[in-house]
Structure formats: structure tokens, C-alpha cells
């Protein structure tokens, strides 16, 4: 008994295979970019993971900065006082609460989410976000009574624990309002230890 064994060199049969080797190819390629963001995700869990301070405690923070520093029209003093709470609600993202007060009588209570990184010895960027409520005085008219807030921060913390950093933010009502002109405020602050403050 004889097995005949035929090779189909056709164009359709040419164009299949063809087809087949870049359908193929494009799959390994999708799959290696998975493998890349997933690397990438890993990477960066990892990172503020492993982010938090070595004398992790709460913090109480005092902060006088210029209010809408990009605008010449309404230039203020902002003055605010934040508690920090050092205790992560996922990973090394934690809460605070805090109030500002501008000398145009400004005031805004807000709470939010924030994540110390660190990225050198001594050395945090700490981004936030938080959202509240605002009354703009005799001061520049934000468009609504809630308002979000968005800050980044470098910050040097000392071996006691105390820290110092610049911070850049910025408020708005994220379009809530009619109007929306926003506000930046360039703020210097200062971070007590908790502990340090009660005496522990």
C-alpha cells in the first residue's frame, strides 16, 4: 500500500501560510508588550511598596506659602495646618485632613490621599490629592464651594523624624462650576513627629 504525500504550492495556499506566520508573529508581539506592562506594574507596586520612611510615625504639619502664585490678580498669603496619619489604607497610600486660610479670608477644609516615595536617603516626593469645601472671602473666586486639590512635594526628613519641604499645588472645581479659574499656591512647610510633640 503506497501513501502519496502532496505539497499545495497554490497562491491561496501560499497566502494562507503567510497569514498564518503573521498572525503568529503578531501574537508573540502582543504578548511580549503584556509582559512588558506587567513588569512595569510590578515595578512600580513594588516601589511604593517598600517607600515608607525609616522613623515612620504621624505628622503634624504647619505650611506658609504664596496663594496664586501664577496670577498677579489675586496674590495672598496661605497659611494651613495638615495631620498626616502614617498608617497606609493600601499599599503606602495614607490619609490626611487639613485646613488653608488666606490673609484675603480665604478658607478651605479639605481631606485626601498621599504617598511619601522615597528616592533618596533622607529625600520623599510626596504627591497628594484631596477634595473639600471652600469659601473664597474677600479673596479670589474659585467658581464653587468644593474644590479639589493636587500637590507634589520634595521634602528632606531629619534622623528625629522632622521634616522640611517645598510643595507645589494646585485647587480647582474640576469644572463642577460655570466658571473654573483655578489657583497655585508655592508653599513651604514644616512636619512634626506626633510622638515628639506629646513627649514620647
Known sequence: MHRIFSIDFSKESIKM???????????KK???VKNKLVAVVAVAVLASATASPVAAQDKFSVGVGYYDILDDGNPA????AEYRWDDPLLLQIKPFVGVEGTTDGGL???GGLYMDWGVAPHWYLTP???AGLYSDGDGKDLGHIIEFRSQIELAYEFDNAHRVSVGFGHIS???LGDDNPGTEILNLY???PVDWMSGQ
Open 108 to 110: 478651605y477644609g479639605l
Open 30 to 32: 502582543d504578548q511580549a
Open 77 to 80: 498669603t496661605d497659611l494651613r
Open 17 to 27: 501560510g503567510s497569514g498564518f506566520r503573521e498572525s503568529f508573529t503578531h501574537t
Open 128 to 130: 497628594s490629592f484631596g
Open 173 to 175: 472645581n474640576a469644572s
Open 190 to 192: 514644616y512636619h512634626l
